[in-house]
């Protein structure tokens, strides 16, 4: 009789598997790190007139948008779509052990992301926080991650289609960034502008601003924070609600 | 090492799999045979655990498939209609995964010499879509036995190979049953069932219609008129038989 294997040595396989994966993934790789980088660069004017935890927030919520638009729902998507996960499932593995792998691996990407843009920051742009700003910061980052691989889990609950979940994040991407960067600098209008700041692109944003400076952690951030867990929390249980293992799975 | 009693499947109002009851036994090759959409899939995938039946009683190697889950699939090896795999690792890092994934501790030298039984010593940092459909069936297969589980399921696993891949494959299979494994084999092809298999299930519209020998549902239909008109050569074949059970009407 075959015993089942243990979860430990079953999560760690996963977990080495899908790290090769993100790792030979170049073309979503770079994007999430060179996208932030470059915004930070062409931002030179901006750290002058909004400061640099301004600037740093704006760069690592665009990466946090790349990862789990581009990256995590178009990876899911396509593993649906090929099978991937119909064959991992026919294993004696629990079936959260397939996406807490995977989370795992975006978590990590978050940190290199967001480390990423405080070393550009710091070597090219001159920012520099107190070692608590950066502890904060990692953290944050991870939060207003969760939001963003929330509303990844959501798409690809809603389309079964990896085509069309493709196009759709590619849709959805391009919105949060041109509506959240020029909303925000109100290039947009007030109303566009308000609605942007309690957008899940807007509320990141603020607590990671906030995050990076200690003494600028107010009452709107505390507000800013609670919006985004209610987005990260909401995403989440409406993603995996929704979330079928095979395209043409029956409800 | 595998009983299915009863098995119901329903998609919406529609019934694919109705009262489906058979066994295997260990070093037994038990054939699924059926047309398009006439539930052996349905019945394969109920088994996988992959889909939860409207009722029934599914047991591998003693245990519940829908509530000892994890004990059922740690006995079973499955290769899938369609496998594929992260396209992004090679077939080295692939028998890694499912090595670790079934708790087998798997040495460099044993991963070797898994590579070189099924000739592909060479292969091992090649990703699996520049493998041959053949090689591609061939590391499905390692993967489906790389914990050495009694039962093995095999959907349509000869389909798109040449002959010489599939008369492997066919002697690997007949390795495993006389090893003392249980096969459950889908397949469309009567040749592979008539040469292979052990017994055969023909199943239509969900039902199991027959369930015997080849050689025994060959001569207990011999007679039969409609088994008669489908024989094209004269001598009734288990093609002729199914034919006849089934019908000659197209399957979408």
New interface residues.
């Given amino acids: ?6 979860t430990s ?2 999560f ?3 977990l ?2 899908d790290l ?2 993100q790792w ?2 170049r073309k979503s790789f770079m994007l999430i790190l060179i996208v932030p980088v470059v915004i930070l660069f062409s931002w030179k004017s901006v750290i002058d007139e909004r400061g640099g935890a301004f600037v740093l927030g704006t760069c690592i919520t665009l990466g946090l948008i790349t990862i789990g638009l581009m990256g995590y729902s178009n990876s899911v998507a396509r ?1 649906r779509d ?3 996960f ?9 079936a959260w052990s397939i996406m807490t792998s995977r989370l795992v691996v975006q978590m990590l990407m978050i940190l290199l992301l967001t480390s990423t843009v405080f070393i550009a920051g710091f070597y090219f742009d001159h920012i520099s926080l107190s070692a608590g700003g950066y502890l904060l910061g990692y953290v944050t980052a991870l939060v207003g991650g969760a939001v963003y691989l929330g509303i990844g889990q959501m798409i690809v609950g809603l389309i079964k289609n990896a085509e069309t979940v493709h196009s759709t994040s590619r849709l959805v991407y391009f919105v949060f960034i041109m509506v959240g960067m020029f909303g925000e600098l109100g290039i947009l209008g007030t109303p566009i502008g308000n609605l942007v700041k309690w957008s899940p692109y807007g509320t990141v944003k603020h607590i990671l601003a906030s995050s990076f400076q200690s003494g600028s952690w107010d009452l709107s951030a505390t507000r800013a924070l609670l919006v985004t867990l209610g987005y990260a929390i909401i995403f989440s249980v409406l993603g995996i609600r929704w979330f079928k293992w095979t395209p043409s799975e ?1 409800g | 090492m595998l009983e299915v009693i009863d098995l119901n499947v329903k998609y919406g109002d529609f019934q694919a799999v109705k009262n489906v009851s058979f066994s295997i036994q260990a070093g037994e090759i038990f054939g699924l045979l059926g047309p398009n959409g006439a539930g052996k899939t349905s019945s394969l995938s109920a088994v996988e655990g992959l889909l939860v039946p409207e009722s029934g009683s599914i047991r591998v190697a003693g245990f519940d498939v829908k509530t000892q889950a994890r004990h059922a699939r740690a006995n079973m090896g499955v290769q899938l209609q369609a496998t594929s795999f992260q396209p992004e690792l090679n077939i080295a890092e692939i028998i890694r995964l499912y090595a670790g994934i079934y708790g087998v501790i798997l040495t460099r030298e044993k991963l070797d010499s898994i590579l070189e039984n099924i000739n592909l010593r060479e292969a091992g940092a090649k990703k699996f879509g520049q493998l041959s459909g053949g090689q591609q069936q061939r590391v499905s297969l390692v993967i489906a036995l790389i914990h050495e589980p009694k039962l093995v399921l095999l959907d349509e696993p000869t389909t798109g190979l040449d002959p010489q891949a599939r008369r492997q494959l066919w002697e690997r299979i007949e390795a495993l049953r006389n090893q003392g494994h249980g096969i459950l084999l889908t397949t469309h092809s009567m040749e592979e069932a008539e040469s292979v298999c052990d017994r055969v299930a023909i199943i239509d519209h969900g039902q199991v219609i027959s369930t015997d020998t080849p050689q025994t549902l060959i001569d207990s239909h011999r007679n039969d008129p409609a088994v008669i008109r489908a024989s094209r050569k004269g001598k009734i074949t288990l093609e002729d038989v199914f034919i006849g059970l089934t019908g000659s009407r197209l399957r979408v």
Avoid: W, Y
Wanted: glycine share 4%; no cysteine; aromatic share 0%.
């Fill in positions: 009789m075959q015993n089942i294997p243990p040595a079953i760690t396989s996963l080495r598997a090769i994966t030979r993934n593993d090929k099978g991937i119909q064959r991992l499932r026919v294993a004696p593995l629990p029956k």
